[in-house]
């Protein structure tokens, strides 16, 4: 299973903002995108490859964030 959720780091855990359906104590890999970043990263190409969907290019970049 590949999935991409939003988290919270409360308390020096990462919670996660939606019910997760697995097994406890079940091994996972975590790739931390910090939100921000992200949209700033977004800002700086929007537009750089002429005019594009606002929607397909939040599209593009969350395929590429599982890869």
């Known amino acids: 299973m590949s999935k991409v959720i939003r988290v919270r780091f409360r308390g020096g ?24 970043e992200r949209k700033r990263i977004l800002e700086k190409y929007r537009g750089a490859l002429g005019r594009v969907d606002p929607r397909l290019l939040e599209e593009a970049i969350e395929e590429a964030e599982h890869l």
């Open 13 to 36: 855990v990462l919670v996660p903002e939606e019910p997760l359906d697995m097994e406890e104590n079940k091994e996972l890999l975590v790739k931390i995108i910090d939100v921000e």
